[in-house]
């Protein structure tokens, strides 16, 4: 069996590790850089919405929110029409960073797929589409409290 998936995180592992050293100068760690584009494509967004997009747990959404907002990334404000609901804004700073984050994606996928053609690219991203569909299909299962039988 061919190891698509052990592939697929390693490259996750080194471009996520690439990022933690290049974003420390700007005191952004261990993957906060996701949550702060995220918020910035989507400013508004809620914490729950964006820990779906990001597809990782409550607690850890609420951790890596809160150690953006005290490092000055970003603004929590309530909904005007439910006070319960707490939206998330950027602040200046966290959108002057935006632009360098982007930037290094760009640069990330140009490595990454530098002997590719257009249509392999286009191909690939298609197949990663469908590999993220089907696996958010177990990841709510799971995440709803279900277990996989393998």
Known sequence: MVEILREIGVIARALDSISNIEFKEFNLTRGQYLYLVRICESPGIIQEKLAEQIKVDRATATRAIKKLEINGFIVRKDDKDNKKIKKLYPTEKG????????????????????????????????????????????????????????
Request: proline residues 2%; glycine residues 2%.
């Open 95 to 150: 959108t002057d960073i935006f632009p360098f984050i982007i930037k290094e994606n760009v640069h990330s996928n140009y490595v990454a797929l530098a002997d590719f053609s257009e249509e392999e690219i286009e191909v690939l991203y298609r197949l990663l589409q469908r590999a993220r569909k089907n696996i958010e299909v177990d990841w709510k299962y799971v995440k709803s409290g279900n277990k996989r039988i393998y």
